[in-house]
């Protein structure tokens, strides 16, 4: 069983800037994939950045250039630099990973954290 805890979310003005951390905790496995997705409010679950084994990144449309990914393989935890912060960017984030355990892969989401980004 892995677990996924994030930290970071809250209040910030528009053109500031956070940073969430998801920390991924367990025995026997291996990160195949991890990100984040969020929820804006009355619209679906979207990407916002991923950080795939091998160093690849992808990102939204909409993030690329003001949002970062990384990654700290020895505390399996990836984070998520927001700068430039809009107020469009208000959502439930959620981590995300692609586990590999036991010969087979695995989603796990975590509880998700609040970002709003209001003056």
């Known amino acids: 069983q892995v677990q996924l805890v994030e930290s970071g979310g809250g209040l910030v003005q528009p053109g500031g800037s956070l940073r969430l951390s998801c920390a991924a905790s367990?025995?026997?496995?291996?990160?195949?994939?991890m990100g984040w997705y969020r929820h804006p409010p009355g619209n679906p679950r979207e990407l916002v950045a991923l950080?795939?084994?091998?160093?690849?990144?992808d990102y939204a449309d909409s993030v690329r250039g003001r949002f970062t990914i990384s990654r700290d393989n020895a505390k399996n935890t990836v984070y998520l630099q927001a700068n430039s912060v809009k107020p469009e960017d208000t959502a439930v984030y959620y981590c995300?990973?692609?586990?590999?355990?036991?010969?087979?892969?695995?989603?796990?989401w975590g509880q998700g954290t609040q970002v709003t980004v209001s003056s």
């Open positions: 367990g025995n026997g496995f291996s990160i195949i994939r």
């Open positions: 950080w795939t084994n091998g160093d690849i990144t």
């Open positions: 995300y990973a692609e586990i590999l355990s036991m010969s087979r892969k695995w989603d796990y």
